[in-house]
């Protein structure tokens, strides 16, 4: 009895761990912040890469401190409990194969075989003034975690003023929850 509670212990953190970890967007500009977060295997082979379908808008001054962050805690759950939810993935099982699946598609499910084999790791964006709706030139950048072979950006972008920047990092919690961060000052 004693091996099956541990056995079970054991399944359910890999399941709620699974898929990296959780994705946050923190927007510190005046400006609005569209692009797309991917997530990709980081085991070897860069397959399965996952999208986000839609451009997702994050609004200026949208952060943790105010309540206003993306949160993405996978796939699935971000559905219901993000300020922004992204209805379709992308999913790409190879260079040629490629396809949309809803957020409640079953391998994207915490513990499916497609959350199970990706993490959080890059964002290709533009930063937007949100009263005009132009384009904040050279605000625009792809950033990459550090060590993600699959994609060959930094994990820090400064715009050539230097007035603005972007980077991605990860942070380990103290349950071992791995969070991934897109800071844009």
């Not at 132009?134 to 072979?149: D, H, K, M, R």
């Amino acid at each position: 009895m004693k091996k099956i509670v541990i056995l079970l212990g054991i399944t359910m953190a890999s399941l709620a761990y699974s898929q990296g970890g959780t994705m946050i967007v923190n927007n510190y500009t005046p400006y609005e912040y569209r692009g797309g977060i991917i997530a990709n295997n980081f085991a070897g082979g860069c397959y399965p890469v996952i999208g986000t379908t839609d451009t997702v808008i994050v609004p200026p001054n949208s952060h943790t401190g105010n309540g206003n962050a993306l949160i993405y805690s996978n796939y699935r759950d971000q559905f219901t409990s993000s300020l922004y939810p992204m209805p379709n993935w992308t999913v790409s099982l190879s260079s040629t194969n490629s396809n949309v699946r809803p957020w409640n598609f079953g391998s994207l499910i915490p513990g499916g075989a497609i959350s199970n084999n990706t993490k959080w790791s890059a964002s290709k964006f533009a930063m937007y003034d949100p009263v005009t709706n132009l384009y904040i030139p050279e605000f625009s950048t792809t950033v990459s975690l550090a060590g993600n072979s699959c994609y060959m950006a930094p994990d820090f972008y400064a715009t050539p003023n230097g007035a603005n920047s972007a980077e991605i990092f990860t942070i380990t919690t103290g349950t071992g929850l791995v969070e991934t961060y897109l800071q844009l000052y």
